[in-house]
């Protein structure tokens, strides 16, 4: 039973946002991350409207939507908040409406939060290399943690997938004599990215010399492994590519940063929008265009600083 419970005493309400959770997970394949977040934006809808005297999913009408949308904003939230928050109470109610949950779709007339527009965080080239470069002198010390982490960022480099993605891959979906990877994207869609020598260089390190020392028999076929032996986790990848940018004197950033950087130094290099799209495995290409508007600024602001009449 999901956390709702402890908002609504309806039992009916209760089992409608347990079986949307489930219409998440099975129809839409989305992780159990989405799903947390969905239900918790829902909850919090919820524990407005009964706040205001609304004690049912049936009571909710597009005043209380838009109340509690105002309601957030009055707070100073984000607009990415609105936004995601709108966005959750629309796929409820759709669902639920179209299932017989509740009557009419009150979130049919919501208007929608636009999401403040942010551009990714991008390395230049010669800030990337000089990351990678420290990460491999660091693993020279022969610790396997280290040499992990040099393949684990060349990788996420060189195939642009996501440190969740990352994580989730196994020994067996790495193809090193054709220097491809196998990773499961958002829907558990799966697709194939390829990488270069000195991904690869840097998996064979791993795989020889680091893997063996850290596996253990609960390890599973997981490619990358943390200190103890299971499974590495974002938080692990995280702080190995912050640490390794402070060595290498470049600007902090996670992993996903290097999804960015890849994308649009891809786009620099000549790649068109529909290979990058299928590199980075997005369902839209809507959103591969907004490395577009970085390789953009990055032109302007060479163009302002070279040309004598910028």
Not at 17 to 46: K, M, N, P
Request: contains cysteine; proline residues 3%; glycine residues 8%.
């Amino acid at each position: 039973m999901t956390a709702i419970s402890e908002v609504r005493a309806t039992a009916d309400d209760v089992r409608a946002v347990d079986d949307f959770a489930t219409h998440l997970r099975t129809q839409r394949g989305l992780s159990e991350h989405t799903v947390r977040a969905y239900l918790s934006d829902l909850e919090h809808l919820l524990d407005y409207a009964v706040r205001n005297g609304h004690g049912r999913l049936c009571d909710i009408d597009l005043g209380v939507l838009r109340g509690w949308l105002a309601s957030m904003a009055a707070a100073q939230r984000s607009r990415s908040t609105l936004a995601r928050r709108g966005a959750a109470a629309r796929t409820f109610f759709e669902w639920a409406s179209r299932t017989g949950r509740v009557g009419a779709d009150p979130a049919l007339r919501l208007a929608s939060a636009r999401a403040a527009k942010h551009l990714p965080t991008v390395l230049g080239v010669d800030s990337a290399a000089r990351l990678l470069d420290v990460a491999r002198t660091r693993a020279d010390d022969a610790d396997p943690i280290h040499l992990r982490d040099w393949a684990a960022l060349e990788l996420l480099y060189a195939t642009g997938a996501r440190v969740g993605e990352i994580c989730g891959v196994d020994v067996d979906d790495l193809d090193l004599d054709e220097r491809t990877l196998r990773v499961l994207g958002k829907g558990d869609k799966e697709r194939v990215v390829p990488f270069g020598v000195p991904a690869a260089e840097a998996l064979g390190a791993w795989l020889a010399r680091g893997r063996p020392l850290l596996a253990v028999d609960a390890s599973g076929p997981a490619l990358f492994l943390g200190r103890r032996g299971g499974r590495v986790d974002q938080r692990q990848l995280r702080a190995a590519s912050h640490e390794v940018a402070a060595l290498a004197g470049v600007d902090d950033i996670a992993p996903h940063a290097l999804r960015h950087s890849a994308a649009t130094h891809l786009l620099q290099g000549g790649s068109d929008l529909r290979s990058v799209q299928e590199v980075l495995g997005h369902a839209s290409l809507a959103t591969t265009q907004r490395y577009t508007h970085v390789t953009a600024e990055r032109l302007r602001a060479s163009f302002e600083q070279a040309h004598p009449r910028a």
